[in-house]
């Protein structure tokens, strides 16, 4: 009797565990440019896959693909909004992470893709790279818990918080340390199903690893700080949030070539050019 009430346990706990739903695999997403149309699609393997209907909202997959090879990668996104969380990490800012994230915006315009230049001006003295995880806003919100703050979240990609250290410390605001135009890499894609607090984030100067952690470092997680932007400012879908830069920064030159590399995304490569009116 004693056997057949364990069978029967086991049994029932074996029935229940193949009733879980399977966890989704990850699934990554392109902005790319093919016979001079700007498209977006599905990426598996060497092959980008288009999609009907845009990022944000319903999908469908159509019956035209293409090499990756044969594409221009874009950013993957054409942001309304682009925030920014700065001293986010122990390791860059040396606090104990007490009080709010503190956020700052970017220009849209800052934003570019993979491969796209990082302009060096004519009267910058110290610019700076800064690796980072960028968070993609998927679903419109105002006032969003922390609980909910990640149901909001389409994906996460790679980034790079270019930085003009001279002007940072001299203007009254980061308008142009931030946010001029080029000072925003992201890429090369957007990845859903990631979880956004255990990604190993990696910086690369000329090949050498000058900045590597993982976000669990955050002293504000993607959670915490979607929140509290939210309080202020509606997200929408399209929204970026670079989230921080761990370790230390140290300047670029022209001919500099930059490699963000963000666990589950793949890696941003940027070179430095010297910008000319």
């Known amino acids: 009797m004693i056997r057949g009430l364990v069978l029967g346990v086991l049994a029932a706990l074996i029935a229940s565990v193949a009733a879980l739903p399977a966890i989704a695999e990850p699934v990554t997403y392109a902005r790319f440019v093919v016979d001079g149309e700007t498209k977006v699609g599905e990426v598996r393997g060497d092959r980008v896959l288009e999609i009907k209907g845009g990022l944000f909202g319903a999908r469908e997959i159509s019956d035209r693909t293409h090499k990756l090879a044969d594409v221009t990668l874009l950013a993957p996104v054409v942001p309304g909004k682009v925030f920014a969380a700065g001293l986010n990490y122990r390791s860059h800012a040396g606090m104990s992470g007490a009080g709010k994230p503190e956020i700052f915006y970017k220009s849209p315009t800052s934003v570019t893709g993979p ?60 308008w142009r340390a931030k946010g001029a135009d080029g000072f925003g890499p992201i890429g090369p894609y957007v990845v859903r199903g990631l979880d956004p607090g255990k990604l190993m984030l990696e910086t690369r100067l000329n090949g050498e690893t000058v900045q590597r952690e993982e976000t669990s470092g955050m002293l504000h997680d993607t959670a915490a700080i979607i929140s509290h932007i939210s309080r202020h400012v509606t997200l929408s879908p399209g929204d970026v949030i670079f989230t921080g830069t761990p370790g230390s920064t140290r300047s670029m030159r022209p001919g500099d070539v930059v490699e963000v590399e963000l666990q589950g995304v793949g890696v941003l490569t940027n070179t430095v050019t010297r910008e000319r009116p």
């Not at 230049?117 to 790279?129: K, R, V």
């Open 115 to 174: 491969d796209a230049p990082i302009p060096y001006p004519e009267d910058a003295s110290s610019l700076h790279y800064e690796g980072e995880m960028v968070v993609v806003i998927g679903k419109a919100g105002k006032f969003i818990a922390e609980a909910d703050a990640l149901d909001h979240v389409f994906g996460v990609t790679a980034g790079n918080d270019v930085s003009e250290r001279s002007w940072q410390g001299s203007d009254l605001q980061w």
